[in-house]
């Protein structure tokens, strides 16, 4: 069976600047839900890559179940951000590097 994860790339808008703590702590509490609901395997931030804040790495049953995801994220749902997202499939041990 293939195994998939949803790659969210977050992009700054034009009122990214204008991110309140308020919306930082919201936007960190739905990165703590998403973590408890077993949804995130890898989130950051990026350095020098103009326009674009950070990503997460999901784990979802399907691209919609991602996707519901990713527009509940309160810095996308606010405005201050939107989102691409890309479907990944691991190579690894368990798949021998999908050979």
């Given at each position: ?20 703590k ?13 973590d ?12 020098g ?12 049953d ?17 405005g ?18 999908l050979?």
């Amino acid at each position: 069976m293939e195994k998939w994860l949803y790659v969210m790339f977050i992009e700054k808008t034009k009122t990214y600047n204008r991110l309140t703590k308020a919306a930082v702590e919201r936007h960190v509490e739905n990165l703590r839900q998403l973590d408890d609901g077993g949804h995130i395997a890898l989130a950051g931030v990026f350095k020098g890559y103009p326009g674009v804040a950070g990503m997460y790495i999901l784990k979802a049953d399907s691209l919609e179940e991602a996707e519901a995801l990713c527009q509940r994220e309160p810095l996308v749902a606010e405005g201050f951000a939107t989102y691409k997202l890309k479907p990944l499939q691991p190579a690894n041990r368990e798949n021998n590097y999908l050979l």
